[in-house]
Each structure stands twice: as structure tokens, then as C-alpha cells.
């Protein structure tokens, strides 16, 4: 059963413009959520993350917003850069422990 | 900084044939996880530890073991490998629970054949 779900393979987005990946979660104990980017051949590096307090936290061009009620998390990327081309995958977890539970992944190719 | 190290990057094993992927970090965390990516299915947790002598098992578990002798290494031992294990394995660190920022190590892409 997945638990956190990304329903979106893929995405294109021109150069410039807002790219927005969206996740959803299935547990209601889930209280941290964070999102990771991965290149081809590297390991996922850590982007952003949200407390379940808050709907909303913003990093430069990076924003991540929580709807509770509706289990559902989105990262917004204003403006889109060539270089945010990547695999970005959402994870949550739960209090009291330390184990990211990970979605399928998001490829997001901005293109000029 | 080095991180967290990962090697081999790549190896191709025979079915039935065993070895150890190796995952070393640098940065005195206390947590360290082991997950595989396989195509289209996101990072399954397959073991982790939260200190030196602690392990314990994650989502898919089976057909490996782990040891945790040191805060630094966290080797991932494969057993009797199968095709259903060719993968790309990840180790990945963090100092505190919370579920904050793991620092993840750049990857063996391993096949069995």
C-alpha cells in the first residue's frame, strides 16, 4: 500500500514559468514532509521541508504548501530554471521516528 | 566533505553469489539507513539504525542483513543474490529524528544475472 503517492510521472515546463509537483498521503500520522531532487547517477539531495503546523513554508524560489484536511502537499517552483531538470520526489514521515516513507517521483524537464 | 560514501558504485553478480555493499559517513550521525530505487517505485527502506550495535529492519528486508559495529559504517551484506535484487542502493544518514534532511549517498547500481 502506498502510502505516499505521486501521481505525476512527469512534467514539462518552459523555462521561466511556475512548475508545480504534487503529492498526496494516505496516514493522518504523518507530521513532517519533505521533498528531495535527484540527478541521474547521484544520490537525492534535500530540498525543502514542511511541519505538519505549518501550511506553508518558502525557501528562494522554492514553496511547499500543505493542505491537511486534504492530505495533500505541493511544491511550487517560481521561476523554473534548466537546471532544476531533475527527479524530485516527495517523503514523509512520522513523529517519533525517523523513517522517510518515499512517492515514486516526479521528472521535471524545463525546457528554454 | 566527503558525506556519505557508497562503494562500489556499479557491480553485475552472478545468481547465487554474495557481497557487501559498503556505506561510510563522515559526519558523526547516529541514524543511517539503506533503501533500494527500483524503476518507477520511488525508495523502498530496506534497513536502518539509529546507533552503533542498532539495527532494525525496514519495508523490504529480506534476502539482506546489515550490521552497525561503528557510528561511521553501515555495510549492507547480500546473500544467495537473485534478480528481483538488481537495483540501485542507496545509504543515507541524518542526526536526529524528525524526519529531517537525510544526506544521501550517491548510489551502487547493482545487477544480478
Known amino acids: 500500500d502506498q502510502q505516499v503517492k505521486q501521481n505525476s510521472p512527469s512534467l514539462s515546463v518552459q523555462e521561466g514559468r511556475i512548475s508545480i509537483l504534487n503529492c498526496d498521503y494516505t496516514?493522518?500520522?504523518?507530521?513532517?514532509f519533505l521533498w528531495y531532487k535527484k540527478y541521474p547517477a547521484e544520490g537525492p539531495t534535500f530540498l525543502i521541508s514542511?511541519?505538519?503546523?505549518?501550511d506553508k513554508n518558502e525557501d528562494g524560489r522554492f514553496t511547499v504548501f500543505l493542505n491537511k484536511s486534504a492530505k495533500h502537499l505541493s511544491l511550487h517552483i517560481v521561476p523554473s530554471q534548466p537546471g532544476d531538470s531533475a527527479v524530485y520526489f516527495c517523503?514523509?514521515?512520522?513523529?517519533?521516528?525517523?523513517?522517510?516513507?518515499f512517492g515514486t517521483g516526479t521528472r521535471l524537464q524545463v525546457f528554454p | 566533505n566527503a558525506g556519505v560514501t557508497q562503494t562500489p558504485k556499479f557491480r553485475i553478480l552472478k545468481i547465487g553469489q554474495s557481497m557487501t555493499l559498503q556505506c561510510t559517513q563522515d559526519?558523526?550521525?547516529?541514524?543511517m539507513y539503506w533503501y533500494r530505487q527500483d524503476p518507477g517505485m520511488g525508495l523502498k527502506l530496506i534497513y536502518y539504525s539509529v546507533g552503533a550495535g542498532i539495527t532494525d529492519k525496514g519495508e523490504v528486508p529480506n534476502g539482506y542483513n546489515v550490521s552497525r559495529s561503528t557510528t561511521e559504517d553501515f555495510p549492507l551484506r547480500l546473500e544467495l543474490a537473485a534478480p528481483s535484487q538488481t537495483s540501485v542502493y542507496f545509504c543515507a544518514s541524518s542526526s536526529q529524528t524528525g524526519g529531517s534532511g537525510y544526506t544521501f549517498g550517491s548510489g551502487t547500481r547493482l545487477t544480478v544475472v
Open positions: 496516514n493522518s500520522m504523518f507530521d513532517y
Open positions: 559526519m558523526n550521525h547516529n541514524y
Open positions: 517523503a514523509a514521515s512520522q513523529l517519533n521516528t525517523d523513517k522517510l516513507i
Open positions: 514542511i511541519s505538519s503546523i505549518k
